[in-house]
């Protein structure tokens, strides 16, 4: 695979990984903005009312009969959170043209549509659809108060939003649900040419083609948004936490405890040299069937449904997810800080270290074959400069030794505990 990478316009650029492994295309556009209460619900609905329509296929009939002309390309919008911004973003996946039955191009009439659904859209009176903007609305706040239902994402969820109280961080990607269905068309739409105007642009792509078609490509599809722009992508990472430990508790109409343990990693994020063993130390300690927290506080003990670690690598945050019964919190909560305690020791043998370096390894190269996933680590790399991609960043997992762990583990700070328990009676 060769990786190129271009500047197109200031706040503008272009990574194009070239490649003949796979039978398809993907070409992604992704409009990055710092993540604001004030913005997030506007920045959540753009994308699923623009692909209603555009003003040549003002319906979703019309748009998908398009999108199957071109071998049943699929085009979606996404939105992402990448630290303390967020990214708002259209993907379409195509046939390779040497797929196609007569040999036809497909990139550039995918890029085409692509550009069509975000820069032209179906408009009424000056602005969006009502009838467009108001049954998106709908759909909006009914995800939003739907993250209640998975329990398990809602604590975690709950967690961030005490951990990380006053940073942009704990704003929720999606935005307000009451907001999302009191949005006008004529905010909506103020709101869409600031995006457009104010964003940072990243174009990606991978596939067949070579990188002076793909940006030919995308200057014809794209000419509005290669226009320089002052777009700075920031997420300010607090090393330490601000105060003591503190717990906070919830109660709601449950039949089993929840308990997430949120940690600040010292300031290590995927930008910073001690990233590899910041993951293997991940890894071990509750990231793999084979760590610490599975093997003992779930296996051994029987103290949790399940108990798993998570990092955000770009937060430099670190978060133990477990199930636990309500009577179980206190003694669940001292044998998943023991662990740790056991890995800031250097308690792990030789075979354990080389276990939780392979989990990390495979699940990286398994990264490679997909090109949803290439993407995906593409695109926070490129907004946030990491000095890590996919080869170095296996040889240096590969590299990690036990005493790098160790002094990983030890960085680790307690931040925050978070309990969703039964209600009364």
């Known amino acids: 695979m060769q990786q190129h990478w271009k500047r197109l316009a200031d706040g503008v650029e272009l990574a194009v990984n070239q490649t003949e492994k796979f039978k398809t295309g993907l070409l992604t556009v992704t409009l990055t903005i710092p993540l604001r209460e004030e913005t997030a619900t506007a920045g959540a609905l753009i994308p699923e009312v623009l692909s209603r329509g555009s003003a040549r296929y003002p319906d979703m009939e019309k748009l998908s009969a398009a999108a199957d002309g071109l071998y049943g390309a699929s085009l979606g919008p996404a939105v992402r959170q990448r630290g303390e911004s967020q990214c708002v973003s259209f993907l379409c996946s195509f046939i390779d043209d040497r797929y196609a039955l007569d040999g036809s191009a497909v990139l550039e009439p995918a890029a085409a549509l692509m550009g069509e659904v975000l820069l032209d859209p179906v408009l009424q009176d000056g602005a969006f659809r009502r009838d467009y903007v108001e049954s998106e609305g709908d759909n909006l706040a009914d995800r939003i108060r739907a993250r209640i239902n998975d329990k398990r994402s809602w604590t975690v969820f709950r967690l961030i939003q005490e951990m990380c109280a006053g940073e942009a961080y704990a704003v929720d990607k999606l935005g307000d649900a009451g907001r999302a269905q009191a949005m006008a068309p004529e905010e909506l739409w103020a709101g869409y040419r600031s995006l457009l105007s104010g964003a940072k642009v990243t174009f990606i792509y991978g596939g067949a083609a070579g990188p002076e078609r793909v940006e030919d490509a995308v200057r014809r599809s794209f000419g509005p948004l290669l226009t320089g722009r002052s777009a700075p992508v920031d997420c300010p990472v607090e090393a330490e936490p601000k105060g003591p430990v503190r717990t906070v508790t919830d109660a709601m109409d ?125 695109l926070t790399r490129l907004l946030f400069h990491s000095r890590w991609k996919g080869e170095d960043l296996i040889r240096a997992v590969e590299s990690v030794t036990a005493d790098r762990v160790v002094e990983a583990a030890q960085k680790l700070r307690l931040d925050t505990v978070y309990r969703l328990t039964g209600k009364e009676g």
Do not use: W
């Not at 477990?322 to 009577?327: I, K, L, P, Q």
């Open 254 to 378: 449950v039949t089993q405890g929840k308990l997430a343990l949120g940690f600040r990693t010292g300031g290590v994020t995927m930008g910073e040299g001690g990233y590899p063993a910041l993951l293997v130390c991940n890894a071990l300690y509750g990231g793999s069937a084979n760590s610490k927290l599975f093997l003992n506080v779930r296996e051994k003990m029987s103290l949790c449904y399940y108990a798993s670690s998570m990092l955000d690598k770009v937060k430099g945050l670190m978060v133990v997810s477990s199930g636990v019964e309500f009577s179980q919190f206190d003694r669940a909560q001292e044998a998943i800080l023991d662990q740790l305690e056991a890995v800031r020791r250097g308690d792990f043998t030789g075979d354990e270290l080389t276990a939780a370096a392979r989990t990390v390894t495979n699940s990286l190269r398994s990264r490679l074959d997909s090109q949803g996933q290439m993407e995906e680590d593409q």
